[in-house]
């Protein structure tokens, strides 16, 4: 999952650093090895000679000029080394302070070693029992950082530099105000300023702040998406989770078992102000924050040892027996010999691509169920100044066809894989033409906001849109004819196929089902003109000009796109369908059947639109509230129509430039119609768009046939001509 991923990469800067196991340890394993280079070294290194009478180490050693030494942490047993530090100078400055010039430290764990250098740096020093113990320390000047992973650890080898790193051990923090920068096969990470604090005795991390981000990147899988949709794993849960403070909240966290001794407590991550998620086919834009929640970190990280435990994975070099452990002075390794270069290796195209994480007021990391912050230990707070100029690789920049996500707040629940973001919000992403039967055809933007909020689900692979919901499908066809589907409803579900290798909410996807509730539910379909011969790769509101529309008014709406050629929505209402002609083209052997008209359908409990017939079927189960269906045509000496009737079916049909129009109406049950000055009823009712004409039968029912409240057997009615035929008489109605 990437945004544990980038969780992991984030806290590892901070322990990787290695200080607070370092420090906590120097007041619960007190005993240390040192060693001293006898003979002083002749030259500063570039550092004066600041005076004073000389600090002094341990047994009585006094440091003036400077001396090379490095100190050896053992466990109890002298069986494992946990580390070592030295410096190659050191200078006095004042009780208890010294100077250092390359000090350095190195850290053993079961799975990692770490190496910390500096070019200077300041202790401020304190005796324990004979032995130096630093308090604060200042490293200054190419501090860098290695971890280097044991073989089978499976954690990656890490790279950081930094300007600067401050430590106060009696507060358990480090921290630092200077450019930070991490490197890793998977990570590139530029930042300024940063606050860590780890919590040694109870083996968590207490609080990570890094106060600017520049920029994130991160190598992932391809089919890794930033949400992705496998379902949700139990997972232990050791803590309540957490709302963050600016109204955005993870989805509730699933049932689970109980906590692991191996697992420390469940964090959070936030990203701060205007954060942006970038991948060659995706974008997730949080105009405040993204919030990480449900973030389980193990307490073997990085395999801490017990004291009393010889790791098999640690090299036999490091550990002894304290009866037979050689105490004479070691040759000390030169730290650079120890650091190889960072790896330069190609990574599959084919398997990988990047992802770029960039935040204009830093990241926040902290135990879910604390309200611990600086201010309130009264800790250092780097001061960093805004960056101005982020050096951000800009490779995704002319991608068009990514899928867009944008909201306010952004909440990632890492167990439960559920997400909730504040809106407005809008979402962009890509599926198969559901008017298309070949499901390899071309991919068309979908387009879905939201004022609310929108929750993710994903055990069903569900999106939720709630409150002023839109829904927005365009397409385009040879004619430069677009065809734009809007759905607006108070919610709308998405439901998307469930495909691993289409995992990411903001890529491409085929829907499986799309539903709209709450009342107030309007379907549109519009034909506009092209302005241009395609349409854009992103997604934009049309502007050409309307020709034609279908409308539809109801409480809920539903479909399943995913059965290709067979897809059904249906409605209920009470409902309204509206049909918008008005702007059709005149011309051709036939003008009256490209007369522009406006048609309605109103009263229906359910309706059922057939997308390969082209269908609309729609009922009453109210004998006393009949579907009633009107005809206007726009031509004003031409009379309207009228009627009403239990069931009514639509065939909709497109001419040649595209526009969709009512082809032709069936009408059953209590059918009534008024053309014009003339009134029809029966029990069938069969209209014609092409010819014009009516045709109106008994039915199953038997329902005499009537015109004008004279009866006849069967009626063939020409609303054109006024013409009516029948099996006994044939005459002309007045139409007006």
């Known amino acids: 999952m990437l945004l544990k991923r980038v969780f992991i990469a984030l806290v590892t800067l901070g322990v990787a650093v290695g200080a607070y196991w370092i420090y906590s340890q120097y007041q619960r394993t007190p005993d240390l090895v040192r060693h001293w280079q006898s003979e002083p070294n002749d030259g500063l290194r570039g550092i004066g000679n600041l005076g004073g009478q000389g600090g002094q180490i341990g047994d009585g050693t006094k440091i003036n000029r400077g001396e090379e030494a490095y100190f050896e942490q053992w466990d109890d047993d002298y069986r494992v080394l946990k580390y070592t530090w030295g410096f190659q100078d050191v200078l006095y400055r004042g009780p208890g302070l010294w100077q250092l010039v390359k000090p350095y430290m190195t850290l053993y764990e079961s799975k990692v070693t770490c190496f910390v250098t500096a070019d200077s740096g300041v202790f401020r020093i304190e005796e324990i029992s004979g032995n130096p113990k630093p308090r604060d320390v200042t490293f200054k000047g190419a501090v860098k950082v290695h971890v280097l992973p044991k073989s089978g650890s499976g954690i990656e080898e890490i790279f950081i530099d930094l300007e600067e790193i401050i430590f106060q051990s009696n507060k358990s923090q480090f921290s630092s105000s200077g450019k930070i920068q991490v490197r890793s096969p998977s990570i590139r990470l530029n930042g300024r300023g940063v606050d860590f604090i780890y919590n040694a005795d109870e083996e968590y991390i207490q609080y990570f702040r890094m106060v600017a981000l520049e920029y994130l990147q991160v190598r992932t899988p391809r089919e890794g998406g930033l949400f992705s949709f496998d379902k949700a794993q139990e997972a232990p849960v050791a803590s309540p989770l957490e709302q963050d403070a600016n109204a955005v909240v993870a989805a509730d966290v699933s049932d689970a078992n109980k906590p692991s001794e191996l697992l420390g407590p469940i964090y959070r991550c936030l990203l701060q102000d205007n954060v942006m998620i970038r991948t060659p086919k995706q974008k997730i834009h949080s105009l405040n924050h993204i919030v990480l929640t449900d973030i389980l970190w193990p307490k073997t990280a990085f395999g801490r040892t017990d004291a009393n435990q010889v790791d098999p994975n640690v090299p036999e070099t490091l550990i002894g027996d304290a009866n037979t452990l050689d105490m004479s002075e070691p040759n000390v390794a030169v730290v650079s010999d120890t650091m190889p270069e960072d790896p330069n290796r190609t990574l599959s195209e084919d398997e990988m691509w990047d992802i770029i994480i960039t935040c204009e007021q830093g990241i926040l990391i902290s135990p879910a169920d604390s309200n611990w912050t600086p201010e309130s230990e009264g800790l250092i707070k780097p001061e960093v100044a805004q960056v101005a100029d982020v050096n951000m690789p800009t490779f995704y920049e002319d991608v068009t066809d990514e899928g867009i996500f944008l909201a306010q707040d952004i909440a990632y629940n890492v167990q439960t894989k ?319």
């Open 418 to 736: 559920n997400a909730k973001a504040q809106g407005p919000v809008e979402f962009t992403f890509y599926a198969s033409d559901p008017n298309e039967l070949d499901t390899q055809g071309h991919l068309i933007p979908i387009n879905v906001t939201a004022q609310k909020y929108v929750q993710f689900d994903a055990n069903d692979n569900s999106i939720v849109f709630t409150d002023d919901c839109q829904c927005i499908l365009q397409r385009q066809d040879a004619n430069n004819m677009v065809e734009e589907y809007r759905l607006e409803s108070p919610e709308i579900r998405i439901e998307l196929v469930d495909e691993k290798e289409t995992q990411a909410i903001a890529a491409r996807k085929d829907l499986k089902h799309i539903e709209a509730v709450g009342g107030g539910v309007t379907l549109g379909i519009f034909t506009r003109v092209s302005e241009a011969n395609a349409l854009p790769d992103t997604f934009v509101p049309a502007t050409g000009e309307l020709l034609a529309g279908a409308v539809m008014t109801c409480e809920s709406f539903e479909c399943d796109p995913k059965n290709k050629g067979h897809e059904i929505f249906t409605a209920t209402g009470p409902g309204t369908i509206q049909l918008n002609n008005a702007k059709a083209v005149l011309g051709g052997s036939s003008n009256k059947k490209k007369e522009p008209y406006c048609a309605f359908l109103q009263g229906f409990e359910t309706m059922k639109y057939n997308v390969a017939d082209n269908l609309i079927e729609a009922d009453t189960q109210d004998p006393n509230a009949p579907l009633q269906f009107f005809y206007f045509p726009v031509v004003v000496e031409d009379p309207n129509m009228e009627g009403q009737a239990d069931h009514v079916e639509i065939h909709l049909v497109k001419n040649e430039l595209g526009q969709t129009h009512m082809g032709t109406l069936i009408a059953t049950g209590n059918v009534s119609v008024t053309h014009g000055q003339n009134q029809f009823t029966g029990g069938y009712l069969s209209y014609s768009h092409d010819t014009m004409r009516l045709i109106i039968e008994s039915g199953e029912a038997g329902k005499p046939c009537t015109v004008n409240g004279v009866s006849y057997p069967g009626i063939d009615y020409n609303l054109t001509t006024g013409e009516l035929t029948t099996s006994i008489t044939n005459f002309v109605l007045p139409l007006n």
